[in-house]
C-alpha cells in the first residue's frame, strides 16, 4: 500500500499512532505523502450500532464478508498479501479458510497475518487511510477534508 516515506513521517515515538489522535497538521503531512504513493483501496462501511453487531457470531460473519468482498475487489490477476487489523473478536480461523477459500478460487495469495497495528507501522499508515474516509462520510472535523487528497486512489467496483 504505502513505501517507505510514508512510514517514515510517523513520529518516532513508541507505541501505536493513531490517526484520530493525530492533529489536522500531523495527519495533513501523512495523508499528503499517501497521496503519493501508489496504492488503490476499497470502503465498506458498517455502523457498530448495525444489527450485526448485536451478536458475536454476526459481528464475526460481517468482517469475514466484508474482507472478502474487498479481496473481490482487488485486481484477480495479480498476486497480494492480506494483512488486517486484529478485529475486536477472535475471527483468524474463519479469515484464514476465507484465505484458503479464494486461493482455491485462483487469487495469488502471497501470505496471509492478523496482527495488531501497534505492532505494525504498514497498519497505523492503513488507520489515516480509513479515518480519513470515516471522517468524510461522517462530516467530521476539519480532518474531513483528507479524503479528497487520496480519493482518487480508491478501487471501484467496475
Keep these: 500500500m504505502a513505501g517507505p516515506s510514508s ?18 497538521k500531523d495527519a495533513s503531512i501523512i495523508i499528503d505523502e499517501l497521496s503519493e504513493q501508489d496504492f488503490t483501496f476499497s470502503e465498506r462501511h458498517r455502523s457498530r450500532r448495525n444489527q450485526s453487531f448485536q451478536t458475536v457470531e454476526g459481528a464475526r460473519d460481517f468482517y469475514v464478508n466484508a474482507i472478502s468482498e474487498m479481496i473481490d475487489v482487488g485486481a484477480p490477476n495479480e498476486p497480494f498479501d492480506v494483512l488486517i487489523d486484529t478485529p475486536p473478536l477472535v475471527a483468524s480461523n474463519e479469515l484464514k479458510k476465507l484465505c484458503r477459500e479464494k486461493i482455491d478460487e485462483g487469487l495469488e495469495i502471497e501470505w496471509f497475518d492478523v496482527a495488531s497495528s501497534s505492532g505494525k507501522h504498514l497498519l497505523q499508515v492503513h488507520d489515516f487511510v480509513t479515518g480519513a474516509v470515516a ?16 480519493e482518487k486512489k480508491r478501487k471501484r467496483n467496475g
Design 7 to 24: 512510514l517514515n513521517q510517523f513520529p518516532a515515538k513508541g507505541g501505536e499512532y493513531k490517526y484520530k489522535d493525530a492533529t489536522l
Design 135 to 150: 471522517d468524510n462520510i461522517n462530516g467530521i472535523g476539519p480532518k474531513a477534508s483528507l479524503y479528497k487528497k487520496i
